[in-house]
């Protein structure tokens, strides 16, 4: 990552509307790459310790005598899962299959907790990088460009907008553990049943147009808070000067 990229995400007048916000996300997640991948890794494995766990109840409700239908001869998903235990006892195979669920329940706990440990990590350190550079270019701008920035934008740029470039990094990624989460449960739909997949993707498709419409004008409505911000910490600036 070059000295001019970072001076770019570092400068109030990135705050504003019309910025790069690739550009911005790329600068502030590049010097974290061993925390960005250990976070991916975590949410990964989460997602599918989670999933394992949601496939193991097929066995246990085999195992009750309470599968309804969905582990039949037709269905190899099922049979396959079901054969996991097939060593076991039909006594001990309930308990056991509990056991697995359980195992896979603890896994996944441990591995969302780590993984948000590893967020608010990454998160602070993204925002400090970024007031960091903001400060760098503050004492180092001319006093022209200062004038015409204005103490409002920089002071909202050090308390808004600094953690809000965090949020957005740390969204990205989460937005792609999510997306994960999405492909992993809509595969153990298809397995299980694929009339069941069908109808959750239909409803999936009908809350997303519903929240699309929404959030339509979110865009514009954050655009116009971050500029209200800057005004609002400019009169608090003059307010104490």
Do not use: C
């Not at 400068?11 to 997640?29: H, K, M």
């Not at 999936?204 to 865009?219: D, E, H, N, P």
């Amino acid at each position: 990552m070059t000295k001019e990229s970072l001076h770019g995400a570092g400068n109030p007048r990135d705050s504003v509307p019309g910025f790069d916000l690739r550009q911005i996300l790329r600068a502030a997640l590049s010097p974290h790459r061993a925390i960005v991948g250990a976070a991916i890794v975590f949410g990964f494995a989460a997602s599918l310790a989670e999933g394992i766990g949601i496939g193991l109840f097929i066995p246990f409700f085999q195992s009750l005598g309470l599968d309804g239908g969905v582990a039949s001869s037709e269905n190899w998903f099922s049979e396959t899962l079901g054969g996991l235990f097939v060593q076991i006892s039909e006594e001990q195979r309930v308990v056991a299959v509990g056991l697995a669920i359980l195992a896979a329940v603890l896994l996944k706990a441990l591995l969302s907790f780590g993984n948000t440990v590893l967020f608010a990590k990454l998160g602070a350190r993204i925002a400090h990088d970024y007031r960091k550079k903001i400060f760098e270019n503050v004492l180092t701008a001319d006093f022209r460009v200062l004038r015409r920035v204005g103490p409002g934008r920089i002071l909202n740029a050090l308390s808004e907008e600094s953690w809000r470039t965090a949020d957005a990094a740390t969204t990205m990624l989460q937005g792609i553990i999510t997306g994960f989460t999405l492909i992993l449960y809509s595969l153990l739909l298809v397995l299980i049943s694929w009339q069941m997949t069908i109808v959750v993707g239909l409803l999936l498709a009908v809350i997303a147009v519903a929240v699309r419409l929404v959030t339509s004008r979110a865009g514009s409505a954050g655009e116009e808070l971050t500029r209200t911000n800057a005004r609002v910490a400019g009169k608090m600036v003059d307010g104490v000067s």
